[in-house]
């Protein structure tokens, strides 16, 4: 499916309002999850769509919840989604990080009692194009094996970061802790493509490359066995731990149950490096960095060498000009979005 990102913009915030979701929130769901389609990173574009829909019609999400300020200073913000949508109040939480950050070196939010807030590098990716280094990370529930377990025990909690590259725009790295994304895990089920040994176990806890067992209990592996396990642990830290959200088995990911809320916590944090020698001083030095990774040279096979956010950014370019490619299966999610809201009148 062809599609323009205005259209899937469109369509996106309509059905968001359609589900009693306010009209600002609708549009940063919109922003957040269209932005990812034009990446080309469909695992956490509209696809999900029809999830946050389904999570607030049972109750599970509550989609007129505001932001509660929790405490703040000058370098430092905690808050509360209220059990609302994560994209909204994370959206809110980054600019108000932001508008901080810029006076500060160093800045910090928290958020809790949230929920799946989509791409983490959206949220890094604004604060570079603020001039900032920013970093996003969420924890979900649990969704991957520890070093030596055979049962999911940590979420497969999403990093990014992204710094501001001058001419190169940024650099945006963005990583979920698994081997792969769930999202990619369902397009190869959806495709009937089998996937690599390695990157899951059923729910036996044995290896398996069928993945169509992603939906009947499959336990996906963190990559780089005990440093991925390692990093997961970090986000659970930082933005469960430290940010009183939910904790491993105390997040509810994509809650359908109502009066309870799913716990997600987030964490974003910004670094100023106008207190660091100066901004431009910074961009310079990364465009030099830059251009000395991308020209080293080319193993065999190779045409070119990509900075970490760079083909994101040649999509976004392309998806601007040319359009969107869905793929299939976000088709079919957001012909299910349309069923779900329609059967709930």
């Known amino acids: 499916m062809k599609i323009t990102f205005e259209e899937l913009h469109k369509l996106c915030r309509s059905l968001m309002e359609r589900a009693d979701v306010p009209e600002d929130a609708a549009k940063h769901v919109a922003d957040v999850l269209t932005t990812a389609d034009a ?12 999830f946050y829909i389904e999570c607030i019609q049972s109750g599970g999400i509550r989609p007129q919840s505001e ?3 929790l405490d ?27 508008a901080k950050g810029t006076g500060m070196p160093l800045a910090a939010a928290s958020v809790n009692h949230s929920d799946h807030y989509g791409p983490a590098g959206y949220y890094a990716m604004k604060c570079a194009e603020a001039g900032l280094i920013g970093f996003s990370m969420s924890n979900t529930c649990p969704l991957i094996a520890v070093t030596g377990a055979a049962a999911a025990g940590i979420g497969n909690n999403p990093f990014a970061y992204a710094a501001p ?14 081997v792969v994304a769930n999202g990619k895990l369902r397009l190869a089920a959806a495709d009937n493509h089998p996937i690599p040994e390695g990157w899951i176990l059923d729910k036996h806890g044995n290896p398996t490359t069928d993945p169509q067992t992603i939906y009947d209990g499959a336990i996906m592996l963190p990559f780089g066995g005990h440093k991925g396990y390692g990093l997961a642990l970090m ?37 100023n490096p106008a207190f660091f020698g100066g901004l431009e001083n910074f961009t310079a030095r990364m465009e030099k960095v830059i251009s000395e990774l991308t020209s080293a040279p080319r193993a065999k096979g190779v045409d070119k ?7 994101e950014f040649l999509s976004e370019q392309r998806a601007m000009k040319d359009g969107i490619d869905l793929p299939d299966i976000s088709s ?12 709930g009148k």
Request: aromatic letters at 8%; a neutral charge.
């Open 39 to 50: 990446r080309n990173i469909h695992s956490h574009g509209v696809m999900r769509l029809a």
């Open 72 to 98: 703040e200073g000058p370098a430092f913000l905690r808050v509360s989604a209220n059990g609302g949508l994560g994209i909204p109040a994370s959206c809110e939480t980054v600019e108000r990080l932001i």
């Open 305 to 311: 060498i990509y900075y970490p956010g760079e083909l």
């Open 165 to 178: 590259a001058g001419k190169y725009r940024a650099v945006l790295f963005d990583v979920c802790m698994s």
């Open 67 to 69: 932001l509660k300020i």
């Open 332 to 343: 079919a999610e957001l012909e299910r979005a349309e069923k779900l809201l329609k059967q």
């Open 235 to 271: 986000v659970e830290i930082l933005s469960g731990v430290l940010a009183n959200a939910g904790m491993l088995s105390g997040v509810h990911s994509w809650n359908t149950i109502p009066g309870q809320d799913a716990d997600t916590g987030h964490f974003f944090m910004t670094i």
